[in-house]
């Protein structure tokens, strides 16, 4: 099992405050997707979700939703919810506290919504971060990692990790954003109708 595709329980633990999975009953789903709002990938995962009827979470850069404000309130008027991802998409264990937390303050100026979401970029936080974010956020991590960023895997590949790793309860991260798009046009539709077939439904965060 990777590492990265699932997190394993070291790395769970180094955010003990952040939720990885959402264990109710049934066979329930947390489509997310990180990095947007940008116009040449949200607007179709937009109608790609309204054609399976399927809601989904976006962690937005603010500054993103600073330069393409019409597509983060799309975002919101389909009935999705929005998350705080920065507003510059800083790696929280390579910069001080301080400008971290300024950062993440910065961006609710821009995001469409007020909300209680909050999920790191790159997934790291360093423990002081987590334990002064938490008073005012629920920090949502993940349980699968889909990497439909890495250009070292083609678009069947990550429908893969999807098909490997989602179990109910699963946050799953694709990412809206260029550098994801050659493979998630591949993997997105088809992971949705697999998903879908399986008796999967998806929720809301």
Same mark, same amino acid.
């Given at each position: 099992?990777?590492?990265?595709?699932?997190?394993?329980?070291?790395?769970?633990?180094?955010? =003990?405050?952040?939720?990885?999975?959402?264990?109710?009953?049934?066979?329930?789903?947390?489509?997310?997707?990180?990095?947007?709002?940008? =116009?040449?990938v949200t607007?179709?995962?937009?109608?790609?979700?309204?054609?399976?009827?399927?809601?989904?979470?976006?962690?937005? +850069?603010?500054?993103?939703?600073?330069?393409?404000?019409?597509?983060?309130?799309?975002?919101?008027?389909?009935?999705?919810?929005?998350?705080?991802?920065?507003?510059?998409?800083?790696?929280?264990?390579? +910069?001080?506290t301080r400008?971290?937390? #300024?950062?993440?303050?910065?961006?609710?100026?821009?995001? =469409?919504?007020?909300?209680?979401?909050?999920?790191?970029?790159?997934?790291?936080?360093?423990?002081?971060?987590?334990?002064?974010?938490?008073?005012?956020?629920?920090?949502?991590?993940?349980?699968?990692?889909?990497?439909?960023?890495?250009?070292?895997?083609?678009?069947?590949?990550?429908?893969?990790?999807?098909?490997?790793?989602?179990?109910?309860?699963?946050?799953?991260?694709?990412?809206?954003?260029? #550098?994801?798009?050659?493979?998630?046009?591949?993997?997105?539709?088809?992971?949705?109708?697999?998903?879908?077939?399986?008796?999967?439904?998806?929720?809301?965060?």
């Open positions: 099992m990777s590492w990265i595709e699932r997190p394993p329980r070291f790395f769970r633990a180094l955010t =003990p405050r952040g939720l990885f999975r959402l264990k109710d009953k049934g066979k329930k789903i947390y489509l997310t997707f990180d990095d947007g709002p940008i =116009p040449e607007p179709w995962v937009l109608d790609l979700l309204d054609n399976y009827g399927v809601k989904a979470t976006f962690f937005m +850069v603010g500054d993103n939703a600073r330069r393409y404000p019409e597509i983060a309130c799309e975002v919101l008027r389909r009935g999705h919810k929005v998350g705080n991802h920065t507003l510059h998409h800083l790696a929280g264990h390579k +910069v001080k400008r971290y937390l #300024k950062d993440i303050e910065a961006a609710r100026e821009f995001l =469409p919504a007020e909300t209680p979401l909050f999920r790191p970029p790159h997934g790291w936080l360093r423990p002081r971060q987590a334990r002064v974010l938490s008073r005012r956020y629920r920090i949502v991590m993940y349980d699968l990692v889909t990497r439909d960023y890495s250009y070292r895997l083609q678009g069947e590949q990550v429908l893969e990790n999807v098909k490997r790793y989602a179990r109910p309860g699963s946050i799953i991260v694709f990412h809206d954003s260029i #550098k994801a798009w050659p493979r998630l046009e591949t993997a997105l539709p088809q992971a949705i109708e697999w998903l879908i077939n399986q008796g999967y439904t998806f929720e809301l965060i």
